[in-house]
């Protein structure tokens, strides 16, 4: 019987933590279960502030890594009472931990976590800071994602992308007889959040309603999609430290509509996707997509018109819930880790060549 991993993923969005229970027997991904912990709003604040520097830092992302260890704890507790396993059963935890600071160009990456602490709340072994070492040889630490779209999405007869709608945005390429490219096209839900919170008084604009009733102003539009990391080419990843609150106010303009704001900044996402897939990825016959911003009904309907005739689809029609796909990719990543298998692909994170990923935290 293929071994159980469990996979951990609280990505930019901030919104909680997904836990799968998952098998990779042979080339194939079967999830058996998963939960979700939201985040109270006290940590998901912390969180954010985290990812720009503030007074006693240290001190403050110690306490954020040990409340998220206890976070994670509870998601895994909950994931295994719901799927009837005992921790004995599961060879090791794939955590991803909280991306506070993304600065590969400087040699660093940096998720909290605290796998230590994890592995002695669950008993399980503990597989984390997978990003760190393909830093270490030269890459971009992301996205790391692409080696289970390969081996879970890719098609003998069709040329496929995967598109993860995060809090950024990043693509993966799988065409027939080419190499697997992978990268960071640009916000996915990050400022359409950070506004619709401001706003709306929500965490998102939910179905995408809001900016729906609104009309994309062209100038901001066009200040917006001239940042350079746009025209930058692969190997790319970005994060909140560059698209930032302060980022998108640094933008606008006095008088400006909120709604026609968030409209935009739906427009943003969506032809940054679209474009990025057009430069990089021609001949994309279908995208798959997964992510949080699957469930965002406008965001969906603009990317499957400006993609056309590519096909736009979700993860779920094959097989798989959009909002687990990335962390199935971290139980994965734990997997290879075990075994001693590279977890990079270095023509998508830039890395001199593949690594062996994670730091393990025995039980």
């Known amino acids: 019987?293929?071994?159980?991993?469990?996979?951990?993923?609280?990505?930019?969005?901030?919104?909680?933590?997904?836990?799968?229970?998952?098998?990779?027997?042979?080339r194939r991904v079967r999830v058996l279960d998963s939960s979700h912990i939201p985040f109270g709003s006290d940590l998901r604040r912390e969180l954010f502030l985290l990812n720009s520097s503030g007074q006693d830092e240290i001190h403050r992302s110690a306490r954020a890594g040990i409340a998220l260890a206890r976070h994670y704890a509870m998601a895994i507790r909950k994931l295994l009472a719901r799927s009837g396993k005992r921790a004995n059963a599961i060879a090791a935890i794939g955590c991803h931990g909280q991306t506070i600071r993304h600065r590969p160009a400087l040699g660093y990456t940096t998720q909290i976590g605290n796998p230590a602490l994890l592995a002695e709340l669950t008993g399980i072994r503990v597989v984390a800071d997978f990003r760190s070492r393909d830093v270490a040889a030269g890459g971009q630490g992301a996205p790391l994602a692409p080696g289970l779209h390969a081996a879970f999405f890719a098609s003998a007869r069709e040329d496929r992308a995967v598109l993860n709608l995060g809090g950024i945005a990043n693509l993966t390429l799988l065409r027939r007889g080419r190499r697997i490219l992978g990268f960071d096209s640009g916000p996915g839900n990050c400022l359409l959040d950070l506004w619709a919170a401001r706003h709306l008084g929500t965490p998102f604009d939910r179905n995408g309603r809001w900016a729906a009733g609104g009309k994309a102003d062209r100038k901001l539009l066009k200040t917006m999609r001239a940042a350079p990391y746009f025209a930058e080419p692969p190997p790319k990843s970005t994060g909140r430290d560059l698209f930032s609150p302060s980022w998108l106010t640094g933008k606008l303009k006095r008088g400006m509509r909120a709604r026609d704001v968030q409209a935009t900044l739906l427009e943003l996402t969506a032809r940054s996707v679209a474009e990025a897939l057009a430069r990089h990825g021609r001949g994309v016959e279908r995208v798959i997509a997964c992510g949080g911003g699957v469930r965002n009904g406008a965001l969906m309907t603009r990317l499957?018109?400006?993609?056309?005739?590519?096909?736009?689809?979700?993860?779920?029609?094959?097989?798989?819930?959009?909002?687990?796909?990335?962390?199935?990719?971290?139980?994965?990543?734990?997997?290879?880790?075990?075994?001693?298998?590279?977890?990079?692909?270095?023509?998508?994170?830039?890395?001199?060549?593949?690594?062996?990923?994670?730091?393990?935290?025995?039980?």
Do not use: C
């Open 1 to 26: 019987m293929p071994a159980l991993y469990i996979g951990l993923m609280s990505g930019t969005s901030l919104d909680g933590v997904d836990a799968v229970l998952a098998q990779f027997p042979g």
């Open 304 to 363: 499957a018109e400006l993609i056309a005739p590519a096909k736009l689809e979700s993860s779920e029609r094959h097989g798989i819930d959009p909002q687990l796909v990335e962390a199935t990719a971290f139980a994965w990543l734990a997997m290879r880790a075990l075994e001693g298998a590279p977890g990079n692909i270095p023509a998508v994170t830039g890395a001199r060549g593949p690594r062996v990923l994670g730091a393990i935290y025995p039980a």
